[in-house]
């Protein structure tokens, strides 16, 4: 099952009112959700109760667990009070709400991005123009709760570090949006129906478009396998199972927008 974690530290075991009256069957999801979040969280301010609040959301309503995560995370304060978290140490704090820090061509994680790029890329590109670190943080958290469900589930680390090519109008929207569903299918189907990734860099390469001045984008990203099967152009969601698709070598497709976070954005020539 799914868990979603309100807040901290148990004390007590309190009744709440029902927060829907009437029949529920009858009420759109994501009304149902909203309620249900809405009246938690007034409940706990208004008697003061430092609670864990747990909703257990069974794996096949994906639908749900990211209604869940809409509304629980809806504001800054909200992520940093219903989330237990650490930033990646290389992050940079900015007061803008910035999200994409060019790095330093002399910095480590420069060079290790580089190194791995060019090894794979050799005599497809002439020219690296930046390396951004993404930081988005609304959607970091995301993929870290997403991650946790699946380190405790499968009790073992499945991230793959793995290229995503696109356009530069995608790129944009992936930075602001993540991999959201409306980008399933746009790098084939022949493994199934979700958005591909690659930990081969010259094969994502055939994905990208280059813009008006030459310059072509792509992805590095944090991507959670997990328990990952044989795809086909037949499945337009996960098997039941299983986390991922793939292609038994280098390509994997997932089906759950929180299932990948797009960490740096490569733009070369």
């Known amino acids: 099952s799914l868990t979603i974690v309100l807040t901290t530290t148990p004390t007590e075991q309190p009744c709440f009112p029902h927060p829907i009256a009437g029949n529920a069957s009858e009420v759109p999801g994501g009304v149902v959700v909203k309620t249900m979040v809405k009246e938690m969280k007034a409940q706990l301010t208004m008697r003061n109760l430092p609670l864990v ?25 909200d992520i940093r009070k219903s ?7 290389t992050w940079e704090k900015s007061k803008e709400n910035k999200m994409r820090f060019e790095l330093s061509t002399t910095s480590n994680e420069y060079k290790s991005i580089l190194t791995n790029f060019d090894q794979a ?9 930046r390396i951004e670190r993404i930081q988005n943080e609304r959607w970091y958290i995301q993929y870290l709760a997403h991650s ?10 499945t991230e793959k570090c793995l290229y995503h090519g696109c356009p530069e109008q ?16 746009v790098n084939g189907t022949a493994y199934g129906v979700g958005v591909y990734f690659s930990s081969n860099a010259s094969y994502s390469h055939g994905y990208t478009k280059p813009n008006a ?8 990203a944090r991507v959670l396998v997990g328990n990952t099967s044989q795809g086909n152009s037949s499945m337009k969601t996960r098997p039941v199972g299983f986390d991922s698709t793939t ?19 490569i733009t070369y020539k």
Do not use: W
């Not at 609040?53 to 304060?77: A, G, M, R, S």
């Not at 946790?148 to 009790?155: A, C, E, V, Y």
């Open 213 to 220: 001045n030459g310059e072509r984008n792509m992805f590095l």
């Open 247 to 265: 292609d038994g070598k280098h390509i994997f497709v997932t089906y759950h927008d929180a299932q990948a976070y797009a960490e740096y954005l």
């Open 83 to 89: 989330v237990n978290y650490e930033l990646p140490p």
């Open 170 to 185: 995608a790129a944009s929207s992936i930075m602001e949006d993540c991999f959201n569903r409306s980008f399933a299918g």
């Open 53 to 77: 609040v747990k909703f257990v959301i069974h794996p096949d309503q994906q639908n749900i667990y990211d209604e869940f995560c809409k509304q629980l995370l809806t504001t800054e304060d």
């Open 121 to 129: 890329m050799a005599g497809k590109y002439t020219q690296i123009l």
């Open 148 to 157: 946790r469900n699946f380190q405790n589930r499968l009790n073992t680390d």
